[in-house]
């Protein structure tokens, strides 16, 4: 498998994740003018947005911590647009799913992390 093709799998995989625990996959890779969300899934009355990193090595650190200051702020501006175009008005979070998919093994290692994203201020930070 090619980068992009591991990439694909390993964000099938997260939204199987998510719909085996109970929540509601409501939209996959949503492009938008302000950036790409992908995933937003939904449990009870709480909109969660999910950031899906994938590594193909365990060596290389966890792959949530490649979500640095500038993808948080693409995250908050995406989600801010999708939230007004969709109107919604209710509860909505961060999630980051880091997925290790090692090519010797069948399945990939999820888990799921809340980021405790705040919203950047003016300057970006």
């Given amino acids: 498998m090619d980068r992009q093709e591991v990439g694909a799998a390993a964000e099938h995989a997260v939204a199987q994740w998510f719909e ?9 890779n ?34 949530h911590r490649a979500v640095d200051r500038r993808k948080v702020a ?24 880091s997925v290790i998919w090692d090519p010797r093994r069948s399945s990939p290692i999820i888990a799921v992390v809340r980021w405790p994203f705040s919203p950047p201020n003016r300057c970006g930070r």
């Fill in 20 to 28: 085996c625990r109970g929540f509601v996959v409501i939209a996959r």
């Fill in 74 to 97: 693409a995250l908050w501006a995406a989600a801010r647009e999708y939230l007004y175009r969709t109107r919604h008005t209710g509860s909505f979070g961060f999630l980051v799913a």
């Fill in 30 to 63: 949503v492009r938008l003018q302000r950036g790409e969300l992908d995933l937003i899934v939904r449990r009870g009355g709480t909109l969660w947005f999910v950031e899906s990193k994938c590594r193909t090595r365990a060596d290389v650190g966890p792959p």
